[in-house]
């Protein structure tokens, strides 16, 4: 079945440092990619997609590539502020009909100032 | 945001009582689903529904059951409360885009904290 791998973390970082949160998955044909952020207290909500091979998806300043060859949609941002400390999920949809979505396990960030 | 209620916010019940939690969208979506939310592990569906009184099981139904009687609610009920059950749980609406191109994102509610002692 289909499976999507993150670290847990958590991630600290300082404010304005760069940000990688790798994400690798396992599917079969072309699955849609998906990164989810979750800030605290609240549901998660879409940060940004993917739908195929050497798509990038970008919002509020991150950014993720579509990587077929190596199975992976990592995470960047180049300058991280407090307000980012979040918790991170990597998810897909399988491909063809109705195929539910794979979440992983979820990376804490905590940005200090 | 997309107008998704979940009710109660928080519950604390004890082990073997019956519990329903409800999730209530004003979007008149046609898919609607309930996760739970773990430590190291992510979020994991339960089950879902495809429309009033359609639904089926996801990867942790076990001890779980779900009703939609009408578009806009859809119910999860712990038969018997386990500690085990003690978790986060999110409600979520999506439907298939218009243009037959793929999905629409998942909207979540807010959740519920249960604890189970």
């Known amino acids: 079945g289909n499976s999507v791998t993150q670290m847990e973390g958590p991630v600290t970082l300082s404010e304005e440092a760069f940000l990688t949160i790798n994400c690798t998955y396992t599917?079969?044909?072309?699955?849609?990619l998906f990164w989810y952020v979750q800030y605290p207290g609240e549901g998660l909500q879409l940060l940004l997609k993917?739908?195929?091979?050497?798509d990038k998806g970008s919002n509020k300043g991150f950014e993720a590539t579509y990587r077929k060859e190596t199975t992976s949609f990592h995470l960047e941002k180049g300058s991280v502020q407090v307000s980012d400390s979040a918790v991170y999920f990597c998810?897909?949809?399988?491909?063809?009909?109705?195929?539910?979505?794979?979440f992983g396990i979820g990376t804490k960030l905590q940005v200090i100032p | 945001d997309a107008g998704i209620t979940q009710s109660p916010r928080h519950k604390v019940t004890e082990t073997g009582t019956p519990v329903t939690l409800r999730c209530h969208q004003t979007e008149n979506h046609r898919y609607m689903y309930w996760y739970r939310q773990d430590p190291g592990h992510g979020l994991r569906l339960i089950h879902y529904?495809?429309?009033?009184?359609?639904?089926d099981k996801g990867e942790v139904s076990d001890g779980y059951s779900v009703s939609r009687s009408k578009t806009e609610d859809f119910l999860l009920t712990l038969e018997s409360a386990t500690s085990s059950q003690t978790s986060v749980y999110f409600c979520a609406i999506s439907d298939p885009l218009p243009s037959g191109g793929g999905w629409e994102k998942l909207f979540f509610g807010s959740g519920t904290q249960l604890s189970v002692l």
């Open positions: 998810a897909l949809r399988g491909a063809g009909g109705y195929q539910k979505v794979t």
């Open positions: 993917a739908t195929k091979a050497d």
């Open positions: 529904s495809y429309g009033v009184k359609d639904t």
């Open positions: 599917a079969t044909g072309y699955p849609s």
